[in-house]
């Protein structure tokens, strides 16, 4: 690998590091009730710009973000605030995602002999 495609890789992760960023800042903004029309236009710019990096967005952050940012767009703020919360949270990493146990079966559990 050359000097010049190290750098390159470097500058495209930057750059999908600084839209990811953009995404949790206007999910941050639209939390803070700046407005609909100015919270989902935040929303709709920082997908973009997370689209046009190529920046990796779960499936989850990207549904609750479009879903939020259309409730926003008819006015219903409790909707949108509870997917922004949601998508905060993945996006600031700061609840590990929850790993659930398999379903038991008959036969698992042994009770009082």
Do not use: F, W
């Not at 390159?8 to 999908?16: E, I, V």
């Not at 407005?35 to 046009?52: F, Q």
């Not at 008819?74 to 600031?92: D, F, K, P, W």
Request: aromatic residues 0%; negative net charge.
């Amino acid at each position: 690998m050359t000097v010049a495609t190290e750098l390159d890789d470097m500058a495209l992760q930057h750059l999908r590091t600084i839209a990811l960023q953009k995404l949790d800042n206007a999910v941050r903004t639209a939390l803070s009730g700046a407005g609909e029309d100015a919270g989902h236009r935040a929303l709709e710019e920082a997908l973009a710009a997370c689209a046009e990096a190529g920046a990796p967005v779960s499936a989850q952050v990207l549904g609750s973000v479009e879903a939020a940012g259309e409730h926003l767009r008819y006015g219903e703020r409790m909707e949108a605030r509870m997917l922004l919360t949601v998508a905060h949270r993945l996006l600031s990493g700061a609840h590990p995602p929850m790993v659930l146990p398999e379903p038991s079966t008959p036969g698992d559990v042994v009770l009082g002999r």
